[in-house]
T-cell receptor
Framework: DAGVIQSPRHEVTEMGQEVTLRCKPI?????LFWYRQTMMRGLELLIY????????DSGMPEDRFSAKMPNASFSTLKIQPSEPRDSAVYFC??????????????FGSGTRLTVV | DAKTTQPPSMDCAEGRAANLPCNHS???????VYWYRQIHSQGPQYIIH???NNETNEMASLIITEDRKSSTLILPHATLRDTAVYYC???????????FGKGTRLHILP
């Protein structure tokens, strides 16, 4: 398996533009998570899905952020409009729903977003 | 609120065992202890988890005290590639989300 695949690896955009980050989870995993990491705030959970359904979006900072999971193999995180304070590394992770033989999350390599 | 307390940084000589402590004095009976690490510029990586028994896998060993209020992650023969931030997390079985704290930055010295 190729692991969790995120695209793009790097994104530089101007303030006010729409940004879309993409994630392909590991085949067979049924939970997907979006995290954001900054030096100041560390790793923050933004939202997660189980079986393509959003379960907890309490970490989404504001209405400018939205996430979708139209099917089991694809998710997007969209920021519209983007602001310089959104600059961070965004990680996607996937896992199997808790079964007792849980081996943790598998993270992607992240998307480094810079908003200028 | 942080459920775990870890030292902000530690050093370990290459080839030695690295012992990373974690305090989780308020852990509940249904909470597991998880360890992840994050190597620079990469996503976090799962290492090991346990409930109350000691656990070992190909990466590390996890020692949990009898009262479950603290644990130690042991990397038996540290290499330079083990330089990373190590996160200790407690998580309720059935709760699918993981909340990361600040972790311990481990420096392996040549």
């Amino acid at each position: 398996d190729a692991g969790v695949i995120q695209s793009p690896r790097h994104e530089v955009t101007e303030m006010g533009q729409e940004v879309t980050l993409r994630c392909k989870p590991i085949s067979g995993h049924n939970s997907l998570f979006w995290y954001r990491q900054t030096m100041m705030r560390g790793l923050e959970l933004l939202i997660y899905f189980n079986n393509n359904v959003p379960i907890d979006d309490s970490g989404m900072p504001e209405d400018r952020f939205s996430a979708k999971m139209p099917n089991a193999s694809f998710s997007t995180l969209k920021i519209q409009p983007s602001e310089p304070r959104d600059s961070a590394v965004y990680f996607c992770a996937s896992s199997l729903w808790w079964t007792g033989d849980h081996y943790g999350y598998t993270f992607g390599s992240g998307t480094r977003l810079t908003v200028v | 609120d942080a459920k775990t307390t870890q030292p902000p940084s530690m050093d370990c000589a290459e080839g030695r065992a690295a012992n990373l402590p974690c305090n989780h004095s308020t852990i509940s009976g249904n909470e597991y202890v998880y360890w992840y690490r994050q190597i620079h510029s990469q996503g976090p990586q799962y290492i090991i988890h346990g409930l109350k028994n000691n656990e070992t896998n190909e990466m590390a060993s996890l020692i949990i005290t009898e009262d479950r209020k603290s644990s130690t992650l042991i990397l038996p023969h540290a290499t330079l590639r083990d330089t990373a931030v190590y996160y200790c997390i407690v998580r309720v079985r059935g709760d699918d989300k993981i909340i990361f704290g600040k972790g311990t930055r481990l420096h392996i010295l040549p």
